[in-house]
């Protein structure tokens, strides 16, 4: 219960880019111990896959700029690992009517190695063994992780 009240570590705040400009969400980052709690509510999801699910990544790039937000670059992969070892890599998010939420723990990064860092939102789900990034498809909205 002491989440529903912690001011969190870091926060993103996603923007849709030209494939869906009206996604739109925050995440949410709890350092707990050496844990880091996420917490994603992701709203305007588009109705373009089938399954309903999106990929969800940190990506090592530290600003959401360029053409379908090439400046993210890749997952934040600080050990150099094979996909889905990657620090980065978070479990997808699933839509209900265009909106998600998400909470998950991971021991894979602390708050501060993320700071600058990109959350990005994929067009279709991760499939957590194409190398090197899961064929999630195109990069559908970002937001850079700021300390709060």
Same mark, same amino acid.
């Given at each position: 219960?002491?989440?529903?009240?912690?001011?969190?570590?870091?926060?993103?705040?996603?923007?849709?880019?030209?494939?869906?400009?009206?996604?739109?969400?925050?995440?949410?980052?709890?350092?707990?111990?050496?844990?880091?709690?996420?917490?994603? #509510?992701?709203?305007?999801?588009? #109705?373009?896959?089938?399954?309903? $699910? $999106?990929? $969800?990544?940190?990506?090592?790039?530290?600003?959401?700029?360029?053409?379908?937000?090439?400046?993210?670059?890749?997952?934040?992969?600080?050990?150099?690992?094979?996909?889905?070892?990657?620090?980065?890599?978070?479990?997808?998010?699933?839509?209900?009517?265009?909106?998600?939420?998400?909470?998950?723990?991971?021991?894979?990064?602390?708050?501060?190695?993320?700071?600058?860092?990109?959350?990005?939102?994929?067009?279709?789900?991760?499939? $957590?063994?194409?190398?090197?990034?899961?064929?999630?498809?195109?990069?559908?909205?970002?937001?850079?992780?700021?300390?709060?």
């Amino acid at each position: 219960m002491q989440y529903c009240r912690k001011r969190p570590d870091a926060v993103a705040r996603i923007m849709g880019g030209e494939e869906a400009p009206q996604l739109s969400g925050c995440v949410r980052f709890y350092q707990e111990n050496e844990c880091v709690l996420i917490k994603a #509510k992701i709203s305007g999801l588009p #109705k373009t896959n089938e399954t309903g $699910f $999106f990929g $969800f990544h940190i990506h090592q790039g530290r600003d959401c700029s360029g053409a379908g937000f090439s400046r993210t670059e890749g997952h934040y992969n600080p050990l150099g690992q094979e996909h889905p070892e990657h620090a980065g890599d978070l479990p997808p998010l699933l839509s209900c009517y265009g909106q998600a939420y998400l909470s998950v723990k991971t021991d894979r990064f602390s708050v501060d190695e993320i700071i600058g860092r990109t959350v990005v939102i994929h067009s279709d789900p991760d499939d $957590f063994h194409t190398q090197p990034a899961g064929n999630a498809g195109k990069k559908i909205a970002c937001g850079v992780i700021q300390r709060r």
